[in-house]
């Protein structure tokens, strides 16, 4: 089975552009979730989509959101980019979660390297 | 709210060596916990997990026991090899009404040398 799969790998854009990541789930996965890792804040919790809606969100700004469509795939989107927002963003995907036995293991994609200039 | 803390690194060893790298949490509940290992230019990799206290996981040497006593999941591997030279992150996870998210410690480098 494919594993995770995001687009593009590295992508350098300058402040105040917007920037779309892509997230590919596994096969049958209905949950995403969005991460951002960088060297002083480690890794963050963004927001995770299932069945097209956002369930939870992490302590970002407003620039930062995203979606999911039909098939699970899901985009990220960032606004007005700042030097700030370089960073890896890690997409992961999982099944339907199960909150009786616990089924709620994420697996990542490769990550987006985003470098804002 | 819930915390996940692990040793600083880099942890050196030469080939052979024993490991641990430890961990600690704090969290309401009884949390489901992760070992995930990321390779340099990658994404993160599922090492290992367990649901509830005393579950031992373990894959490709590794082990970790979920200690609910001293709340520690503690990553240990008999016999490192150079290939395992990577950061590693412990993390639970945190449930938000109907999902999860995972909460990450700040990762552990590890180097092992020939």
């Known amino acids: 089975k494919a594993g995770v799969t995001q687009t593009p790998r590295y992508l350098i854009k300058t402040r105040g552009q917007q920037v779309t990541l892509s997230c590919s789930p596994i096969?049958?996965?209905?949950?995403v979730s969005w991460y951002q890792q960088t060297p002083g804040q480690g890794l963050q919790f963004l927001f995770e989509?299932?069945?097209?809606?956002?369930?939870n969100k992490g302590n970002f700004p407003g620039r930062f959101s995203g979606r999911q469509f039909s098939n699970s795939r899901s985009e990220m989107n960032v606004s007005t980019l700042e030097l700030g927002d370089s960073a890896l963003y890690l997409c992961a995907s999982s099944p339907i979660p199960n909150l009786l036995t616990g089924q709620e293991t994420q697996y990542f994609g490769p990550g987006t390297r985003l470098l804002v200039l | 709210g819930d915390s996940v803390t692990q040793m600083e690194g880099p942890v050196t060893l030469s080939e052979e060596a024993f490991l641990t790298i430890n961990c600690t949490y704090t969290a309401t509940g009884y949390p489901s916990l992760f070992w995930y290992v990321q390779y340099p230019g990658e994404g993160l990799q599922l090492l290992l997990k367990a649901t509830k206290a005393d579950d031992k996981g373990s894959n490709k040497g590794f082990e970790a026991t979920y200690r609910k006593e001293t709340t520690s999941f503690h990553l240990e591997k008999g016999s490192v090899q150079v290939s395992d030279s990577a950061v590693y992150f412990c993390a639970l996870t945190r449930r938000v009404d109907s999902s999860y998210k995972l909460i990450f410690g700040s990762g552990t480098r590890l180097l092992v040398r020939p």
């Open positions: 989509y299932f069945s097209e809606t956002q369930r």
């Open positions: 096969s049958g996965h209905r949950s």
